[in-house]
């Protein structure tokens, strides 16, 4: 039975989970007698798959010989354009009260963990069951993410992959010769079956946390659910609409920790030799751990710096809680999950800044860790960048030195951070073009940059936080949330993995 699924298309088997997950919120809206939400979830779960079992039945006749990673990586393309589509049928449905494309936005927003919040500005518009598939549908794009990554773009060397790997970008490696023991759909099969547990494990556990720390059993769901993601999905407004406090967002941190590097809770894909030695030792890991404490020591040292409400500098529970505020909030925008933290407004008042936001702006930018549900630039290219100019400024003081390195970091910091460069060249240009494009369509120029930052890093929360007062999404031109919905595909697909698809190469292959 399961090689027999193995063989029909990666989209094919996405539709088909969501058709069956789609029963998970109309049993949640039938508890709560709500029975017209019920019946869309449940009508189109049946639908989808009914249409599912056709096109299986279909194919089932022929042999498919299209196991290549080029099928795989134009599945994950249409995961992120075709399948929102069908799952926001039941959402448009349900809520009876929006247009398809605002619900087709939010399903796009979810699956590639951006968390925009288009319904988020109205709270008590939606009811607690379309929260649940919100959340559900974020969840499950964070999976896909966590397998895709292994599975899809570790063998192109796509995805962050490239600046450690040997062969050009969208080109298979030696590095990955251990793949070619079994097709892709297998491949697909190995490590959804290794990492599948561990995802559901953890979001149980901070489920479960969370529910000892005070929060309702819908809410501290929905939050596990995108603290794994970093979807920053949820049901209350964030985590301060929550009743968890303090030690709710203790526990959050820590299961954040797991959006900076791969290692802390996969070793299959290692991006450098010293990685292999433990998370400890990974480059990426150390890289977030210091901004994470760094900038909230900075933020809490400009109290005295400048000299601000020097009345309140012996207040101890106010410094703690500035310090604390800072640090999570750091954390959630630098993972690109973009929960704030409750004492986040302690923080700033303690520092004094009048432009926070621009800090969470420069987080999102550089994202979380290779092969993470986190979006970004990401932590391996800042740090491949970070090597090479590291080394030209030696040779500015000694022209004729050699540098001192092994092997995998010479690697990095040449060939590595050539490609890490160009990513970057991409990733700005995108920026500028959507920025271009927004402005064109009615957008003011501050409006413009945060929407363009918080689709192209997946960190959808930005639209709500960093501006003086929240951007009205729902008010947004068709066009507009056309471009936000491209714009948030190619953040989560990265321009790399897009121009790999139009390589002749790969077809070829």
């Not at 399948?83 to 590639?112: D, G, Q, R």
């Not at 797991?258 to 290692?270: E, K, M």
């Amino acid at each position: 039975m399961l090689g027999k699924l193995l063989t029909f298309p990666l989209i094919l088997i996405l539709t088909g989970v969501s058709a069956l997950v789609m029963l998970l919120p109309a049993i949640d809206a039938l508890v709560r007698d709500d029975h017209s939400v019920a019946r869309s979830f449940f009508y189109a779960s049946v639908l989808g798959a009914a249409f599912v079992m056709i096109i299986g039945l279909a194919m089932s006749g022929r042999e498919r010989s299209d196991n290549s990673d080029f099928a795989n990586l134009l599945s994950l393309l249409l995961a992120y354009t075709m399948l929102p589509a069908f799952l926001a049928l039941p959402f448009y449905e349900a809520l009876e009260t929006t247009t398809f494309l605002n619900a087709y936005v939010e399903m796009v927003s979810a699956i590639t963990t951006t968390g925009l919040p288009l319904f988020d500005q109205n709270p008590g518009r939606l009811v607690d069951s379309l929260h649940l598939w919100r959340g559900l549908v974020g969840w499950l794009g964070g999976l896909l993410i966590w397998v895709s990554a292994s599975a899809v773009l570790a063998p192109l060397n796509l995805g962050g992959f490239e600046v450690t790997a040997s062969a050009e970008p969208g080109q298979g490696g030696a590095r990955m010769d251990r793949f070619e023991r079994a097709n892709s759909a297998k491949r697909l099969a190995q490590i959804t079956y290794q990492l599948a547990p561990i995802y559901v494990g953890l979001t149980a556990a901070l489920w479960f946390l969370l529910l000892l720390n005070g929060d309702r059993s819908l809410v501290a769901f929905i939050h596990a659910m995108s603290v794994m993601a970093t979807s920053g999905i949820s049901s209350v407004g964030g985590v301060p609409g929550g009743a968890s406090g303090f030690g709710g967002e203790a526990v959050m941190f820590l299961f954040l920790l797991f959006a900076l590097s791969r290692l802390t809770f996969s070793s299959d894909t290692a991006t450098t030799t010293a990685a292999r030695a433990g998370f400890h030792r990974d480059p990426e890991f150390k890289l977030g751990m210091l901004l994470v404490i760094s900038i909230p020591i900075l933020l809490f040292s400009r109290h005295w710096l400048a000299a601000f409400d020097v009345d309140e500098v012996s207040n101890l529970n106010e410094a703690l809680r500035a310090l604390w505020g800072g640090a999570f909030t750091v954390l959630s925008f630098l993972s690109t999950t973009g929960f704030e933290s409750a004492d986040w407004d302690t923080a700033r008042n303690w520092s004094g800044l009048g432009t926070p936001g621009l800090i969470l702006l420069g987080l999102t930018l550089i994202g979380g860790g290779v092969a993470t549900t986190a979006g970004g630039v990401k932590l391996l290219r800042v740090y491949a960048l970070y090597l090479n100019g590291q080394r030209e400024m030696e040779r500015l003081v000694h022209p004729s030195s050699v540098g001192r390195a092994t092997p995998g970091r010479r690697r990095i910091r040449r060939e590595g951070a050539f490609i890490a460069w160009i990513f970057f060249m991409l990733f700005a240009i995108s920026l500028a073009l959507i920025s271009i494009t927004l402005a064109a369509l009615g957008q003011d120029f501050e409006s413009a940059i945060i929407l363009s930052i918080a689709t192209l890093s997946t960190t959808g929360p930005l639209a709500s936080v960093v501006g003086e007062a929240p951007i009205p999404l729902q008010e947004l031109a068709p066009a507009a949330k056309g471009v936000l919905c491209a714009a948030m595909i190619l953040g989560r697909m990265e321009t790399l993995a897009i121009i790999a698809l139009i390589n002749p190469a790969i077809w070829r292959d």
